[in-house]
């Protein structure tokens, strides 16, 4: 695996290469991180991933200056995941500048995860918009867990012409059905025990809607009131179109339940199709 951190070097690195299918993380890589790398080989000649904790999709009281980085570790895991090029800027490679030219999502970033963190997809779009410019990928690839990031890069680049090819992949679960996620090394054992509950409520509302229940708000509200007795602090349960995030109608058949909810100190996001 050839390791790139100048932009300059990369581009020259990836002149002569066929069909690259890119994956940019944040790094502290998981077994959800290794199976988008081993989807992307099959998509493509050359796979390329990138691993920069980027400033601009943190909002000021969360947790990038404590993201947990690991980088031999992670370039350990991703050779051995037979990724053949790793671009690994710094700020002062990929922002040498400060940044004043920013992608503006349209209404899309203001809702769900947006609403409670406002600024953090300009930020995810500016980012990965600059990666791409960067790497020039036909195909990149993205985890389904984060579902509304997924949507607003996709039309992202639909909307921007640009000739990528937008994958999602789907997420990856521990045993007991906990969405993996490099957050997920905040929780406390007994935070670890209890984190499950999110999936399996989201689970109980897609059964639920799949038995014939429409009334989404009554299954949003019941299991955010069952969080909330077992500590939880929820921002949203949400049944959603799957077209666009638009709340779901009674004859709406193509869903997602979407959540996203604090346990201790550490915020969990979680969906799953209906």
């Known amino acids: ?14 002149a002569d290469r066929r069909r690259i299918v890119f994956v940019p993380t944040m790094g502290n890589l998981h077994a959800g991180h290794i199976s988008l790398m081993e989807q992307a080989r099959r998509h493509g000649d050359t796979v390329v991933a990138s691993i920069f904790v980027n400033r601009l999709q943190f909002g000021p ?24 090029v790793l671009f690994a800027p710094s700020e002062a490679d990929l922002y040498p500048e400060p940044q004043e030219y920013f992608v503006e999502p349209p209404s899309i970033q203001n809702i769900l995860d947006g609403e409670f963190r406002p600024g953090h997809f300009r930020g995810v779009a500016t980012v990965v918009s600059k990666l791409f410019n960067c790497v020039q990928p036909q ?11 997924l949507m607003v890069l996709r039309n992202m680049s639909r909307q921007m012409a640009l000739p990528i090819e937008i994958v999602g992949g789907e997420t ?6 906990l969405a993996l996620s490099s957050r997920n090394g905040y929780l406390s054992a007994a935070e670890r ?10 689970a109980g509302i897609r059964a639920a809607i799949v038995g014939g229940n429409r009334d989404f708000a009554a299954l949003e509200n019941a299991a955010i009131a069952e969080l909330t007795v077992n500590g939880w602090k929820t921002d949203y349960v949400s049944v959603r179109r799957q077209a666009d995030l638009a709340p779901a109608g009674s004859a709406d058949n193509a ?18 199709e209906v």
């Open 1 to 14: 695996m050839h390791i790139h951190s100048r932009i300059a070097d990369l581009r020259a690195a990836l």
């Open 61 to 84: 009281n969360e947790d990038f200056d404590t993201y947990p980085r690991t980088f031999q570790a992670d370039c350990d895991k991703l050779a051995a995941a037979g990724v053949d």
């Open 139 to 149: 195909v990149a690839i993205f985890g389904k867990k984060d579902y509304q990031q």
């Open 172 to 177: 990856v679960r521990a045993d007991d059905g």
């Open 193 to 202: 025990a209890e984190a499950p509950r999110l999936q399996r409520l989201l």
């Open 255 to 272: 869903l997602v339940v979407l959540a996203a909810s604090r346990l201790g100190n550490t915020r969990l996001i979680d969906n799953i």
